[in-house]
């Protein structure tokens, strides 16, 4: 879809809120999981500026993401 080159050693990955390895090879430079892991949140969910316009191009690619997020949100 985005016509990037993934092998299948970059597909294992903990989760974008997990500290440890594995993770995707882009979670290396994703400014969405620095962000929160520099406010110290495991998701963007609790930030008080959420939803900011780092979140922009993934709640329009994927949907779902933002409701996820909405979702923790509401649990909150």
């Given at each position: ?6 092998t ?11 500290p440890?390895e ?6 290396h430079?994703?400014?969405?999981r ?20 780092r ?5 329009q690619?994927?949907?779902q ?5 909405d979702?923790?949100?509401s649990q909150g």
């Amino acid at each position: 879809m985005y016509k990037a080159e993934i092998t299948p050693g970059q597909i294992n990955c903990a989760g974008c809120h997990s500290p440890n390895e594995p993770l995707f090879g882009h979670c290396h430079q994703c400014d969405i999981r620095a962000c929160a892991q520099e406010r110290g949140h495991a998701t963007c969910a609790p930030c008080p500026d959420y939803a900011c316009s780092r979140l922009d191009f993934v709640h329009q690619a994927v949907p779902q993401a933002r409701q996820n997020l909405d979702d923790l949100r509401s649990q909150g």
